[in-house]
């Protein structure tokens, strides 16, 4: 695989986030907690690649802990990670029912379910809210966010993925709507994902 060392995304932050608590839903190699670490008071990544684990785990902060778990709709799943056909380490998901990833499989690893993840979270904080979620899990966002009580967090900067197709796309959109305003307007294009911020209705 590929390992781009500069990959990062573009996740807006907003400035009252600061010194809250942080969520990085699909770390890749680690370059958003490594950038926000002194912003947030704390950070749990999650990253199920094993060469992204290495790099993520050997990036020392005394606020940011790692989980090294895909996720979904559900623990303690045992699933296979596929690679993309452009062999990109950030681009690895749960199956390969899509044309653009391929048979080879990268990993074996558990599920952990957003349930899961705000817990352990909210009680290394002792709170219960979230102020950021970053996620970009290649697809695994449908899962593991669609029917799941997201109303405890803030603000969630989500690159939502067209391989899901139109429709699970549009179903993870509505979802998250039901408790966030987005900062864009569902559109779907086979050929582009959609990078957005959602900001919680009650703040």
């Known amino acids: 695989m590929k390992i781009n060392l500069n990959?990062?995304?573009?996740?807006?932050?907003?400035?009252d986030c600061k010194n809250g608590i942080c969520l990085d839903i699909g770390s890749n190699v680690g370059n958003f907690f490594s950038k926000y670490n002194d912003f947030f008071?704390?950070?749990?990544?999650y990253e199920p690649v094993d060469e992204n684990w290495e790099i993520c785990s050997s990036k020392k902060y005394k606020n940011?802990?790692?989980?090294?778990?895909?996720?979904?709709s559900s623990d303690d799943e045992?699933?296979?990670?596929?690679?993309?056909?452009s062999q990109d380490s950030g681009s690895c998901r749960v199956n390969n029912n899509n044309k653009d990833w391929t048979?080879?499989?990268?990993?074996?690893?558990?599920?952990c379910c957003i349930e899961t993840c705000l817990q352990r979270i909210f009680d290394?904080?002792?709170v219960d809210i979230l102020d950021y979620m970053k996620i970009d899990c290649e697809c695994s966002e449908y899962e593991f966010l669609l029917g799941k009580d997201l109303s405890m967090i803030k603000y969630i900067?989500?690159?939502l993925h067209s391989q899901l197709g139109k429709e699970k796309s549009k179903e993870v959109y509505d979802?998250?709507?039901k408790t966030h305003k987005p900062s864009v307007d569902f559109s779907w294009d086979n050929n582009k994902n959609i990078e957005m911020l959602w900001t919680n209705k009650s703040s």
Not at 41 to 45: F, R, V
Not at 103 to 111: G, H, L, P, R
């Open 64 to 72: 940011v802990y790692g989980f090294k778990n895909a996720v979904g």
């Open 41 to 45: 008071s704390l950070i749990h990544y």
């Open 7 to 15: 990959n990062l995304g573009k996740y807006t932050v907003p400035s």
């Open 103 to 111: 048979s080879e499989i990268v990993a074996d690893v558990k599920t």
């Open 175 to 177: 979802w998250v709507s």
């Open 157 to 159: 900067g989500m690159e």
């Open 124 to 126: 290394e904080s002792n």
């Open 78 to 85: 045992i699933v296979q990670l596929f690679v993309h056909s």
